[in-house]
T-cell receptor, first 115, second 113 residues
Framework: AQKVTQAQTEISVVEKEDVTLDCVYE???????LFWYKQPPSGELVFLIR??????QNEISGRYSWNFQKSTSSFNFTITASQVVDSAVYFC????????????FGQGTELSVKP | EAQVTQNPRYLITVTGKKLTVTCSQN?????MSWYRQDPGLGLRQIYY???????DKGDVPEGYKVSRKEKRNFPLILESPSPNQTSLYFC????????????FGPGTRLTVT
């Protein structure tokens, strides 16, 4: 069975702190894709990143970085120097070729960045 | 602007009154899908469509219907809504999942009383 676990339900930080959101996944497929989405208070789902299972290179995009480690089945997301606008619910998701394109979401981590 | 649109954005209705939530994308995506989001249950797939005239059930299809007569549109139909279908609904589209990221519409908040 495929599963995504985001153990941190809520995280609260003060502006400018770094914060890491954890994501652990389970799959038996050798080819799969991992995603992060952001859901701000306005409610929409915003795509942040996609990684495939063959590419373990870490990625950095501005203040955002992602650490993909197959050995631990983790795909963690770090926000450096957090800002109030980063306050949102963040979802990690998994998809594979034989799942009909379905995204399997984690439960989400609600990040609150206080000024 | 590339986007997925949903209408209506908010809807309050009564049990048993048929309703349709429309979804349209302008990115020529082959794949479209519907999800519902509920507190404590997260996001779950309702139905998906790999291409025109091809639809299939997701994890929670009971009480819903879909159709895909045109590539750009993928309406979600609730023939006889019930209170347990009160939820936040998202439509999504993608080039060819999982190779392409899924783009989500703004969401439709449905309340069934």
């Amino acid at each position: 069975a495929q599963k995504v676990t985001q153990a941190q339900t809520e995280i609260s930080v003060v502006e400018k702190e770094d914060v890491t959101l954890d994501c652990v996944y389970e799959t038996r497929d050798t080819t799969y894709y991992l995603f992060w989405y952001k859901q701000p208070p306005s409610g929409e789902l915003v795509f942040l990143i996609r990684r495939n299972s063959f590419d373990e290179q870490n990625e950095i995009s501005g203040r955002y970085s992602w650490n993909f480690q197959k050995s631990t089945s983790s795909f963690n997301f770090t926000i450096t120097a957090s800002q109030v606008v980063d306050s949102a619910v963040y979802f990690c998701a998994l998809s594979s070729l034989n799942q009909g394109g379905k995204l399997i979401f984690g439960q989400g981590t609600e990040l609150s960045v206080k000024p | 602007e590339a986007q997925v649109t949903q209408n209506p954005r908010y809807l309050i209705t009564v049990t048993g009154k048929k309703l349709t939530v429309t979804c349209s994308q302008n990115m020529n995506h082959e794949y479209m899908s519907w999800y519902r989001q509920d507190p404590g249950l997260g996001l779950r797939q309702i139905y998906y469509s790999m291409n025109v005239e091809v639809t299939d059930k997701g994890d929670v299809p009971e009480g819903y219907k879909v159709s895909r007569k045109e590539k750009r549109n993928f309406p979600l139909i609730l023939e006889s809504p019930s209170p347990n279908q009160t939820s936040l609904y998202f439509c999504a589209s993608s080039v060819t999942p999982p190779l392409g990221e899924q783009y989500f519409g703004p969401g439709t908040r449905l309340t069934v009383t």
